[in-house]
């Protein structure tokens, strides 16, 4: 079973880097970068993690969503 993820990080991601999170959707401003993820098991939950961890980023907030969240107003330019 797949479920989405929200993560928040500190600063603007490049696109490059962005991109190599796979999100399915995002939204970067001057202080923040907001993507949206599929995740699979816990095992990619904490790759991905592991990852921002890795690149020194500031991983700020993480939420999985859930069917009732409005996914259509969460990342609006």
Known sequence: MTDAY???????LSQELLSTF?????RRDANET?????????????GVISRC???GLHLISLRKLTSNTPNGRLLQP
Do not use: C, K, S
């Open 6 to 12: 929200e993560f928040i990080i500190t600063g603007r």
């Open 22 to 26: 796979e999100p399915t959707r995002a």
């Open 34 to 46: 907001v993507f949206v993820r599929a995740i699979r098991d816990d095992g990619e939950l904490f």
């Open 53 to 55: 961890e890795v690149l």
